[in-house]
């Protein structure tokens, strides 16, 4: 029983108290193997099963440091978001001539093109990464992450100006949603069939409509955030009504974590009755770890989902306060019952293959001090 919080419980189901988002920095061997195979130096299989001995160390390592689900840290993606949406039937990766947000690192130069309709494929590399995740998990929970239906929407049609849609979707943008609401329902749907309990979207469409610079660039285009807001919360409603009930569904809004930059800013007020108020997935794993995020006031439209506050940085190897995190958390509770709040890094470690400006014994030491924080806050086993 925590002592400074009478009332808190520990939960035994995701989000858990103690949780992170997903990614991890890429060990050095990873790293290399990578390098060699694009160069031809080493095969396909190869790299396969340098992925596959590295996935098994860390999923040995997340249990031994506490955490309640593991994931395969993303070990098998150069993207956090490109590499399952371009493997998406109907769409295709494209050299673009400058990338569609400003990050303070440069980035390479690539988006997404719609071709044809867009559908899940009967095959599917994510799905192979989830079955090896299992393999190495067994029966420990295993949380799978991928990016929000929201995304392939927001890079194909709200950052490219102008965009120019196949015929299946021109002036009909209800039978664009509602394809790429079915083909994330067969993703789930398959993922589950394999065993996937814990499933997150990933999505910084929500980061960017915080933006106030960024809300104002895109009515400048002539949209309407508020409507494409509405219309993300139904098309993910209507996913989360479609899949298995005992299936977790969380998302992790973020505003940008390319080699510890970010690239918008903002507090979640304007999105926040929408999304919050609106949106019927199990948890939300937020951002909170600079004052790019803003206050906890937008949290009082949360109705029963969980709330996992990103409180802890996974930009920089510095360890934060602990009484300065419990400050905190007391004070997200005047907007949301101390057990509908669990705690987090804000972000992965590595959003891209080339990952934060931290080592991996600084992500390590991160998730010690948040498993002693949940400890002192919500008690331990």
């Known amino acids: 029983m925590s002592t400074l919080f009478?009332?808190?419980?520990?939960?035994?189901?995701?989000?858990?108290?103690?949780?992170?988002?997903?990614?991890?920095?890429?060990?050095?061997?990873?790293?290399?193997?990578?390098?060699?195979?694009?160069?031809?130096?080493?095969?396909?299989?190869?790299?396969?099963?340098?992925?596959?001995?590295?996935?098994?160390?860390?999923?040995?390592?997340?249990?031994?440091?506490?955490?309640?689900?593991?994931?395969?840290?993303?070990?098998?993606r150069t993207w956090w978001h490109l590499d399952f949406l371009f493997e998406l039937l109907g769409v295709e990766l494209v050299e673009a001539e400058e990338y569609s947000t400003q990050f303070q690192?440069?980035?390479?130069?690539?988006?997404?093109?719609?071709?044809?309709?867009?559908?899940?494929?009967?095959?599917?590399?994510f799905i192979n990464h989830f079955k090896s995740l299992k393999a190495e998990a067994g029966d420990y929970p295993m949380k799978f992450t991928i990016p929000s239906p929201s995304m392939l929407h927001l890079i194909?049609?709200?950052?490219?100006?102008?965009?120019?849609?196949?015929?299946?979707?021109?002036?009909?943008?209800?039978?664009?949603?509602?394809?790429?609401?079915?083909?994330?329902?067969?993703?789930?749907?398959?993922?589950?069939?394999?065993?996937?309990?814990?499933?997150?979207?990933?999505?910084?469409?929500?980061?960017?409509?915080?933006?106030?610079?960024?809300?104002?660039k895109y009515q400048a285009q002539g949209l309407d955030l508020d409507d494409i807001a509405r219309k993300y919360v139904k098309m993910l409603n209507d996913?989360?009504?479609?899949?298995?009930?005992?299936?977790?569904?969380?998302?992790?809004?973020?505003?940008?974590?390319?080699?510890?930059?970010?690239?918008?800013?903002?507090?979640?007020?304007?999105?926040?009755?929408?999304?919050?108020?609106?949106?019927?997935?199990?948890?939300?794993?937020?951002?909170?770890?600079?004052?790019?995020?803003?206050?906890?006031?937008?949290?009082r439209f949360i109705k029963d989902q969980q709330v996992v506050l990103g409180l802890i940085t996974s930009k920089s190897g510095e360890l934060e306060a602990k009484e300065e995190i419990i400050e905190r958390i007391k004070e997200a509770t005047q907007y949301v019952d101390i057990n509908q709040l669990c705690l987090s890094p804000q972000c992965g470690f590595a959003s891209t293959e080339e990952g934060n400006e931290l080592t991996e014994e600084d992500q390590w030491k991160k998730l010690a001090l948040i498993r002693s924080i949940v400890d002192d806050v919500w008690g331990s086993k």
């Not at 095969?43 to 309640?68: F, I």
Request: charged residues 25%; hydrophobic residues 35%.
């Open 156 to 216: 194909t049609c709200v950052r490219t100006p102008n965009p120019q849609l196949i015929e299946r979707y021109q002036d009909n943008e209800a039978l664009l949603f509602a394809d790429i609401t079915q083909a994330y329902i067969d993703a789930g749907n398959a993922l589950y069939a394999e065993g996937c309990r814990i499933l997150q979207l990933d999505d910084t469409s929500w980061g960017e409509f915080c933006s106030e610079e960024k809300r104002a």
């Open 105 to 125: 690192a440069h980035m390479r130069p690539i988006t997404l093109k719609i071709t044809g309709k867009i559908e899940f494929p009967k095959v599917h590399p």
């Open 6 to 76: 009478p009332n808190a419980t520990l939960r035994d189901r995701a989000p858990f108290r103690f949780d992170i988002v997903g990614s991890f920095l890429r060990p050095e061997a990873l790293k290399k193997a990578r390098s060699q195979c694009a160069c031809g130096g080493c095969s396909t299989e190869q790299l396969h099963q340098v992925e596959h001995a590295e996935v098994s160390q860390l999923v040995a390592k997340e249990k031994a440091v506490g955490l309640p689900n593991v994931t395969d840290g993303e070990f098998r």
């Open 239 to 299: 996913i989360r009504a479609a899949l298995p009930q005992d299936m977790v569904v969380t998302m992790h809004i973020c505003r940008g974590n390319f080699r510890s930059t970010w690239f918008s800013s903002g507090g979640y007020e304007p999105v926040a009755e929408i999304l919050f108020g609106g949106c019927n997935v199990d948890g939300f794993f937020l951002e909170y770890d600079s004052d790019r995020a803003g206050d906890f006031k937008p949290l």
